[in-house]
Structure formats: structure tokens, C-alpha cells
């Protein structure tokens, strides 16, 4: 049973959009969240977290947003890039980040 | 700064073959370390993560297994390859001590044929 799920695999979106990836947890033990961006044969590099004390972290053009109460948090860039087409993976982790659960991966295409 | 080394990059082995692939971690001690396998078009699973020396924790089990011979070396191995082993390894690292994101590897590409 998939512990962190991002439900939609792909997303398109015109340059200078807004794209929102969405995730989804059934594990409530789960206290804080990441997302990752991942070119293809490269590994994942870290972009943004949130512990579960917050509803919602910024950095630059990123946002997340946490509804501890749906199980849901989302990433949204604003305004989208073209550069910004890779998978994105939403992970979570309990115990102070001694194991990190990924969900399976959005892939988002930033149309020129 | 730290920095995650991970080798080789690509490998293309044969059915029945062993495995070895190698992590090191330079930069911080008593890391937590991690491999994950991207299979083709899927997420990435979990397969080991060691929260010290010789200690590991195996998250699926399957045909590899994985040993922490010092604080900063981390390897995955098989004795026998199997097809199904093909895909994306990716080793990381953690601090561990609070929560903190992973620092992921360049990633090894594996073909079993």
C-alpha cells in the first residue's frame, strides 16, 4: 500500500503559469515533507520542505502548502518555466528523517 | 560542504552476475545512509537505509542486499543478477539527528541483459 501518493503522472502548464502538484499521505506519523525535482539520469535534487508544525513554506518562486488534516500537501510554482519540466517527487518522513517514503513521481512539462 | 560520491554510472551485467555498487559520503559523520531503486516509469522504493555501521534496515525484500563497512561507505551488492534488477540505483544521505531532506547521488543505471 503506497504511503505517499502524487495521483496525477503528468502535468502540462504554459510558461508563466501557475503549476500545483499535488500529493497525498495515509501515514499520520509522518511529521515532516519534501519535494524533489529529478532530470532524467540524474538524481533528485532536494527543493523545498515543511514540518508538520506549518501550513505552508516559500522559497522564491516555490510555495508548499500542508493541510495536516486532509493528508494533502501541494507545490506551487509561480510564475512556471521551461526549465521547470522534470519529475517531481513529493517524499515524507517520520522519526526525524530517519526514512524517507516517495510518492511515484509527477511529471511536469512547462510549455514555451 | 558534503558531498555524495556514487559509482559507477552506468553498468550493463549478466543474468546470474554479481553486483557491487559503492556510495561514500565525505563531509559529515554518522550520516544517515539510503539506496533507492527508480524502476522504468516508477517511483522510487526504498531498499535499504543504515542509521550507523553495520546497521541496516531492508525496506523490500529481494534479491540484494547492503553493507556499511565504515561510517561513510555505503554498498549494495548481489550475488546473482536477475533481470527484474535492472533500473535506477540512487544512493542518498542524511543528517538524521533532526528532520532534514536528503541528498541524493548522481545515480548508477543498471542493465541487466
Known amino acids: 500500500d503506497q504511503q505517499v501518493k502524487q495521483n496525477s503522472p503528468s502535468l502540462s502548464v504554459q510558461e508563466g503559469r501557475i503549476s500545483i502538484l499535488n500529493c497525498d499521505y495515509t501515514?499520520?506519523?509522518?511529521?515532516?515533507f519534501l519535494w524533489y525535482k529529478k532530470y532524467p539520469a540524474e538524481g533528485p535534487t532536494f527543493l523545498i520542505s515543511?514540518?508538520?508544525?506549518?501550513d505552508k513554506n516559500e522559497d522564491g518562486r516555490f510555495t508548499v502548502f500542508l493541510n495536516k488534516s486532509a493528508k494533502h500537501l501541494s507545490l506551487h510554482i509561480v510564475p512556471s518555466q521551461p526549465g521547470d519540466s522534470a519529475v517531481y517527487f513529493c517524499?515524507?518522513?517520520?522519526?526525524?528523517?530517519?526514512?524517507?517514503?516517495f510518492g511515484p513521481g509527477t511529471r511536469l512539462s512547462v510549455l514555451p | 560542504s558534503q558531498t555524495i560520491h556514487q559509482w559507477p554510472a552506468t553498468l550493463v551485467q549478466p543474468v546470474g552476475s554479481p553486483l557491487s555498487l559503492e556510495c561514500t559520503v565525505e563531509?559529515?559523520?554518522?550520516?544517515?545512509l539510503y539506496w533507492y531503486r527508480q524502476a522504468a516509469g516508477r517511483g522510487l522504493q526504498l531498499l535499504f537505509y543504515?542509521?550507523?555501521?553495520?546497521?541496516i534496515s531492508s525496506e523490500v525484500p529481494q534479491n540484494l542486499s547492503a553493507s556499511r563497512p565504515q561510517d561513510r561507505q555505503f554498498i549494495l551488492s548481489s550475488k546473482k543478477l536477475l533481470l527484474s534488477d535492472s533500473g535506477f540505483y540512487l544512493c542518498?544521505?542524511?543528517?538524521?539527528?533532526?528532520?532534514?531532506?536528503?541528498?541524493f547521488g548522481q545515480g548508477t543505471r543498471l542493465t541487466v541483459v
Open positions: 542518498a544521505w542524511s543528517l538524521g539527528s533532526t528532520n532534514t531532506e536528503a541528498f
Open positions: 501515514n499520520s506519523m509522518f511529521d515532516y
Open positions: 515543511i514540518s508538520s508544525i506549518k
Open positions: 517524499a515524507a518522513s517520520a522519526n526525524y528523517g530517519q526514512n524517507f517514503v
Open positions: 563531509g559529515t559523520s554518522n550520516p544517515n
Open positions: 543504515s542509521i550507523g555501521i553495520d546497521q
